[in-house]
């Protein structure tokens, strides 16, 4: 066990320690964060790629108390290294995604050029290889009796992982905050798109029961079918309607309420920071008005917790502060203090 007789938890987070500037190693730690430097197939803005060490770095600033979740840090948060050769190919890749992007852009088919072709097949190659990458990663240390945290990277980066989250625990549900539905089918070719990961989820993974998609506010026609063709397999809480709601008279408790309710016993946590309003993350990939405060989205997972149900994992994904050399840290300084609530709700949901 980690000795913390010497660590001060008001004084200022050091860079030698750990997440949030915690003295932990790895076997110290119950909860292991694991980094997924990986954004190849972002068909916006990219940057996310580098979330992982941008949100590490902010998370020296967060102060430890939390009124929600007292102390939960002393069981240890741990987050492992950013893997440099998943960064380097991620990069590489990302670069060969551009080229058929700007393909499709200008109507272009992508099966009469034999080059992008070979590009997009690499690609595709290169997600399976980073979902079996994830599901052993994530498994060995759920194996091992871990709690375990995925930071992407980009939304394609939790599969492998979700994966082994329905390995471990039999059937859950997820709770997707999102303004985007990610339910198309092999976006712009990208078998491993970011905008297919509950796609990919929901066809390849049958032990997700649910799927509860909240704040959703960009989506289109395809997955507006998907969710009406599921037969209650995927609830959307539309982010048009639950402003509509709210304006009506009916208070953010009873939403949640609503929410809550249709999620199952286990329920994994997939959080895109873009779900929230873009004021708080104006980096990230695909910023959409409308969303989100960080507050109520804690509120929710407060009420999960409060429910009985249990948070078995999470992610959280499309941290980005840009890649233009600017200064704006507000979206890793948001994603840091999103991630230790997400690891103390993941604490108070699995009591020892």
Not at 121 to 146: C, P, S
Request: hydrophobic residues 35%; glycine residues 8%.
């Amino acid at each position: 066990m980690a000795d913390l007789s010497k660590f001060d938890p008001n004084s200022i987070g050091l860079s030698t320690n750990n997440i949030f500037g915690l003295p932990f190693e790895e076997a110290d730690a119950r909860l292991v964060l694991v980094p997924v430097p990986w954004e190849v197939t972002v068909s916006y803005r990219p940057g996310t790629a580098h979330g992982p060490e941008q949100v590490f770095n902010s998370s020296l600033q967060v102060d430890l108390y939390d009124a929600d979740v007292k102390d939960a840090w002393k069981q240890g948060f741990y987050m492992q290294p950013v893997e440099k050769s998943l960064l380097s190919k991620s990069d590489y890749l990302r670069h060969c995604a551009e080229l058929i992007i700007s393909h499709l852009s200008e109507g272009g088919v992508i099966e009469e050029n034999e080059q992008l072709t070979r590009k997009l097949n690499g690609i595709n190659q290169a997600g399976e290889e980073l979902r079996q990458w994830v599901y052993e990663r994530t498994k060995k240390l759920m194996d091992d009796g871990k709690l375990v945290g995925l930071l992407g990277g980009d939304h394609s980066t939790p599969l492998g992982f979700i994966e082994a989250v329905a390995d471990q625990h039999g059937e859950i549900g997820i709770l997707q905050i999102d303004a985007h539905a990610d339910l198309r089918k092999a976006y712009e070719g990208f078998t491993y798109s970011h905008a297919s990961i509950m796609y990919n989820v929901m066809e390849l993974l049958p032990k997700v029961t649910k799927l509860v998609q909240v704040g959703i506010r960009d989506y289109c026609d395809e997955e507006m079918d998907y969710i009406n063709g599921s037969n209650g397999r995927v609830v959307t809480f539309f982010d048009k309607n639950i402003k509509e709601r709210m304006y009506e008279g009916e208070n953010w408790k009873q939403i949640c309420d609503s929410i809550v309710e249709q999620l199952p016993s286990k329920v994994y946590i997939s959080f895109d920071i873009d779900g929230l309003d873009p004021k708080l993350c104006p980096n990230t990939g695909t910023p959409v008005h409308g969303g989100f405060e960080v507050d109520q989205i804690n509120y929710l997972f407060r009420k999960v917790v409060e429910s009985g149900r249990t948070i078995v994992a999470f992610d959280l994904n499309e941290v980005s502060c840009g890649t233009h050399g600017g200064l704006d840290t507000m979206d890793a300084n948001v994603g840091a203090r999103v991630l230790y609530k997400l690891c103390n709700f993941l604490i108070a949901s699995n009591p020892q």
